[in-house]
Nanobody, 130 residues
Framework: QVRLVESGGGSVQAGESLTLSCTIS????????MGWFRQTPGNKREEFAV????????EYDDSVKDRFSVSRDNAKNAVYLQMNSLKPEDTAIYSC???????????????????????WGQGTQVTVSS
């Protein structure tokens, strides 16, 4: 059974930084595509991951490119989302997800679309005030 637990959310001012963590059990992070999704207030969870990491590298949504950075620690079996220059519109519940059927290597590709992911965490709240 795959389990994902996010941490690191909080309330910050615009321009500040936060780092989210996602610890995983049941699948190795280097044997899966890992994504970070968000759900902004009053909206459904976005269909595309804002950031994704697999064995072929990383990919970002245009809205966070150059501000967010996704990484993983294979030894700790964890994935991180470094968020810099935060904006009020980044306010959301951030969830990590795992696609354990793909790795981004060995002939498989990672996709940012939500229905490609089988396992989800509960999410952590990030609030950015102006």
């Amino acid at each position: 059974q795959v389990r994902l637990v996010e941490s690191g959310g909080g309330s910050v001012q615009a321009g500040e930084s936060l780092t989210l963590s996602c610890t995983i059990s049941g699948v190795k992070v280097d044997s899966a595509c890992m994504g970070w999704f968000r759900q902004t207030p009053g909206n459904k969870r976005e269909e595309f991951a804002v950031a994704m990491i697999g064995n072929a590298g990383t990919e970002y949504d245009d809205s966070v490119k150059d501000r967010f950075s996704v990484s993983r620690d294979n030894a700790k079996n964890a994935v991180y989302l470094q968020m810099n220059s935060l904006k009020p519109e980044d306010t959301a519940i951030y969830s990590c997800a795992a696609d354990s059927r793909r790795t981004g290597s060995d002939g498989t590709m990672c996709y940012r679309r939500d229905f490609m992911f089988q396992s989800w965490g509960q999410g952590t709240q990030v609030t950015v005030s102006s």
